[in-house]
């Protein structure tokens, strides 16, 4: 047992030397990366401290040179913002013509594509048993009033009584009467245009039956068109009839310009939305089609006498924003920061509200050149 006890704690004390060997290795391998660490630190300190001082150099260098400028004077001048709202084309005329009487289809005059007068009858449907019930009333008819002219005849000699007159009368009537109805129903039987237009669809064959209601026939004036646009409620009040505006078909890469026929009053629940109306104009070499998807681009502010900088001119520090100016002191130019208050923007150019004078020169070409105070020369234009 004694040996084993004495192999054991020899066992013991060779791993607990060997242990305290791999942290002594692990300090001195920690310790060894530090002084690499801090060495490479002071390194890139150096370098940062160099690079400051060239930058400082360069930057001093440039103050005290003079910077070749190209000047903008700004003046009073007419500025828009405009929004963006898609809209489509619609037709005051474009309706689905239905059947008024149930009859099959006998005959289709007019194909898709054609046009067609107010009027002009194109469909037919079967009308025989129709045309059959007028002939026969025509004939009671002829007989009725031959009966009523002899009847008024005896009438008028005081021979017969008044019954008979008034019965031969009555039947006469009855007839004409009836004979009108029949031919009423007689045109319904013919589908006519119910104004000039083109076919644009043809939606039955010949065939089959037409009911009362059924489309048989759509029906387009194209010279009786419309823009129909949503505009969110936060533009309310912006808009009024009158108002011009740029109508953009994005299909055919085209503008026309035209102006605002009506302002919706009910905002829509739906959507928080209200309708604007735009008169399409009536152009021979171009065709407008209902449901064709159109850009409105509405003037929601103007201004006839804004002061207006290019937008990319318009720089910001820690102060806000600023444009520089060209200022003379001591018959010397230099660039000086003007703080500026900006209100809308629009195609690239943004509308000065404060900071800027009539006839102030806004450093334009070599802005980005400029520090505060630098002395500038004007290029020659």
């Keep these: ?60 260098k440039k103050t005290m040179a003079e910077v070749l400028v190209a000047p903008l004077e700004v003046n009073p001048m007419p500025f828009r913002h405009l929004i963006e709202v898609r809209g489509s084309v619609q037709s005051r005329r474009n ?12 005959k289709i005059i007019v194909s898709e594509g054609s046009e067609v007068r107010a009027g002009q009858v194109m469909i037919e449907l079967d009308a025989d048993i129709l045309r059959n019930n007028i002939a026969e009333v025509e004939t009671q008819l002829e007989l009725a009033r031959a009966v009523f002219d002899r009847q008024a005849n005896l009438w008028e000699q005081n021979i017969g009584t008044e019954i008979q007159y008034l019965q031969s009368k009555n039947n006469k009537e009855a007839l004409e009467r009836r004979l009108v109805t029949l031919r009423s129903q007689l045109k319904l039987s013919q589908i006519r245009a119910p104004f000039t237009g083109t076919i644009d669809d043809i939606s039955v064959r010949v065939g089959e039956m037409a009911q009362p209601g059924m489309p048989l026939i759509r029906l387009v004036n194209s010279h009786e068109m419309y823009i129909l646009a949503d505009v969110s409620e936060a533009f309310l009040g912006k808009f009024e009839a009158g108002d011009k505006v740029e109508a953009f078909f994005p299909v055919q890469d085209k503008i026309f310009p035209s102006e605002i026929s009506s302002v919706s009053r009910v905002i829509n629940s739906q959507n928080r939305t209200f309708t604007v109306e735009v008169d399409l104009p009536t152009l021979e070499s171009f065709d407008f089609r209902p449901n064709q998807v ?41 660039a000086r920061k003007a703080r500026v208050s900006v209100g809308m923007s629009y195609n690239s150019q943004t509308e000065i509200l404060a900071g800027l004078a009539n006839g102030d020169q806004v450093i334009e070409k070599g802005y980005r050149e400029v520090n505060e105070g630098v002395e500038i020369k004007l290029a020659a234009l």
């Design 1 to 60: 047992m004694t040996g084993y006890k004495q192999i054991f704690a020899s066992l013991i004390i060779g791993l607990l030397v060997a242990a305290c060997g791999n942290e002594a290795n692990d300090l001195a391998g920690k310790k060894e990366q530090l002084e690499t660490y801090k060495s490479e630190l002071a390194e890139l300190k150096a370098r940062i401290e160099g690079l400051e001082k060239e930058i400082g150099a360069e930057n001093t």
């Design 95 to 106: 309706v689905q013509i239905s059947a008024e009487t149930m009859g099959r289809i006998e």
């Design 294 to 334: 159109t850009v409105l681009r509405l003037v929601d502010y103007q201004r006839e006498d804004a002061i207006v900088v290019p937008t990319r001119l318009i720089q910001t520090d820690e102060a806000g924003k600023y444009v520089f100016v060209i200022r003379e002191q001591d018959g010397r130019k230099t």
